[in-house]
């Protein structure tokens, strides 16, 4: 009987000299590429308010890559960057072996979501000074991305208005039935109910009551900024308009299957000589049109920055 001769297979075998994370990606993984621009960011703007109180926090280029690097890779959620720097060695290796979970990477996005997109700016003028853009011919185009919530975890604005008038009257008969049995209690054991013992059908429904008003309260806001009314003005609102309850931002969107799901309108224009994206974009709006003014007075103020910005290196390579 022949024996095959198989190599040496050993899942749990330790390192006498751990390597590099670098080790396991080779030379020419784009990651290194990446980690190369953004080392020449500046990125004093991120989180300047920070106190220096309590723990000491992640490096903000940490959490800027591994956000930047996801969206390369078409991953926004944040849960979902959590878990690959545990699982994908590109993400591990941006995070430098650190796992920062998925509230501290949201956070951090929603407090300096301004500055990320400038930073994502300065990126182009160092693609620029590479003899990487050529802002002569441009492609731009959108696409939806799914939000991490579903159609089961919204509420149309309707049907706000009717749960809450039901739950205000289950409220108050829960609190009818609260002060009945208090009474019948305070009988038969004495007055000596503390009063913090509050019937769990009772909290639940507040609760329930409360994130209702909140997201019908936002909705009103918002289309109250959009119909240019003032504070004591009620809006016109489609019975029929909805709201998500886990991500208040994502709007029902057609998708490229026909279906409607909550998601995200994501638009990007790039250069044809190199493929680098120079402008970017990232709404709650469904349609592609509205976002091309705004696209295109990006690309008019690169237009006026970049050219200028190439023949300074131009003048420093013949100097040199």
């Not at 699982?87 to 979970?101: E, F, I, W």
């Not at 237009?303 to 190439?310: A, D, F, L, R, T």
Request: net charge negative.
């Amino acid at each position: 009987m022949v024996t095959t001769d198989y190599k040496p297979y050993i899942i749990d075998m330790g390192y006498m000299f751990p390597p590099s994370l670098a080790d396991f990606l080779g030379p020419n993984d784009e990651v290194h590429i990446f980690r190369e621009v953004t080392e020449h960011l500046d990125i004093s703007c991120l989180d300047s308010d920070f106190n220096g109180m309590g723990q000491h926090p992640y490096h903000p280029l940490m959490l800027l890559r591994l956000l930047m690097w996801g969206m390369a890779n078409r991953v926004v959620s944040t849960r979902r960057i959590e878990l690959l720097t545990h699982r994908d060695v590109s993400y591990t290796y941006l995070a430098g072996g650190q796992r920062p979970d998925y509230r501290t990477l949201a956070r951090f996005r929603r407090r300096n979501a301004k500055e990320i997109k400038r930073l994502f700016k300065q990126t182009v003028f160092l693609c620029a000074r590479l003899g990487m853009v050529n802002l002569g011919h441009l492609a731009l185009d959108g696409t939806k991305l799914k939000a991490y919530t579903s159609k089961h975890k919204a509420m149309s604005y309707g049907r706000m208005k009717e749960e809450e008038r039901k739950l205000e009257g289950e409220i108050e008969e829960l609190m009818k039935q609260a002060e009945e049995t208090d009474r019948e209690e305070d009988k038969a054991f004495g007055e000596n109910n503390n009063g913090y013992n509050i019937p769990e059908e009772l909290r639940r429904r507040e609760e329930r009551l409360d994130k209702i008003q909140q997201l019908r309260e936002e909705l009103e806001r918002e289309k109250r900024e959009e119909q240019g009314l003032k504070e004591e003005q009620a809006p016109i609102i489609e019975d029929r308009e909805q709201r998500s309850f886990a991500d208040h931002d994502a709007r029902m969107m057609r998708m490229k299957r026909g279906q409607f799901e909550y998601a995200y309108n994501a638009q990007a224009c790039t250069e044809e000589s190199h493929g680098v994206i120079v402008a970017a974009d990232l709404t709650n709006k469904s349609s592609d049109s509205v976002h091309l003014p705004q696209m295109v007075d990006e690309v008019r103020e690169l237009k006026e920055e970049v050219p200028q910005m190439v023949d300074e290196v131009r003048e420093l390579k013949e100097e040199v």
